[in-house]
């Protein structure tokens, strides 16, 4: 089983400032086999990116997803208020797919 | 607009048993293959099993396999989760989610609490 870890568990930014996540698996997830998604509590997560780097519909320009093989990236270029959430990524080059345990970017 | 509705969770003991539905509207539904994918309270995400376009391939994380069956019914587009022999680690929100790989569509999601 693939173990994804996201770091850092918690970042506290200001509205207008870039947030840089990362998700690193313990092995190749092949091919970008990787999504990510935002979850706001008591919501349902929404899907950001998948492919590592494609946008998902309706998903503003300011998401950008980067990175290959173990080691990806979601940037946020600059904060909106809406953006407030957990964020997790999720590997699916390998069954059982796995998700990882989420970076929560709050208010600083 | 596509919605996903959960339905059926609840509060069941040990070794209970309950049948979980997804009503899905706004979308080609036969066209997708579907997933279950669960949250404990506090939590992350897991991926519990999904089920291919024609219901002829199904897949299942190996902690619920034997204990869990993932249906669909494309005439009705409704998916389905038959869980058995529930445990206190079976607790979380499950929710219902379009597509085999990656997520395109959620429901809100429905408890499932298990205890005595």
Known sequence: ?108 | EVQLVESGGGLVQPGGSLRLSCAASGFTFSNYWMTWVRQAPGKGLEWVANIKRDAYEKYYVDSVKGRFTISRDNAKNSLYLQMSSLRAEDTAVYYCAAGGQYYVYWGQGTLVTVSS
Do not use: H
């Not at chain 1, 173990?70 to 998700?99: H, K, M, W």
């Open chain 1, 1 to 108: 089983e693939i173990v994804l870890t996201q770091s850092p568990g918690t970042l506290s930014l200001s509205p207008g400032e870039r947030a840089t996540l990362s998700c690193r698996a313990s092995q190749s997830v092949g091919s970008s086999y990787l999504a990510w998604y935002q979850q706001k509590p008591g919501q349902a997560p929404r899907l950001l990116i998948y492919g590592a780097s494609s946008r998902a519909t309706g998903i503003p320009d300011r998401f950008s997803g980067s990175g290959s093989g173990t080691d990806f990236t979601l940037t946020i270029s600059r904060l909106e208020p809406e953006d407030f959430a957990v964020y997790c990524c999720q590997q699916y080059g390998s069954s059982p797919f796995t998700f990882g345990p989420g970076t929560k970017v709050d208010l600083k």
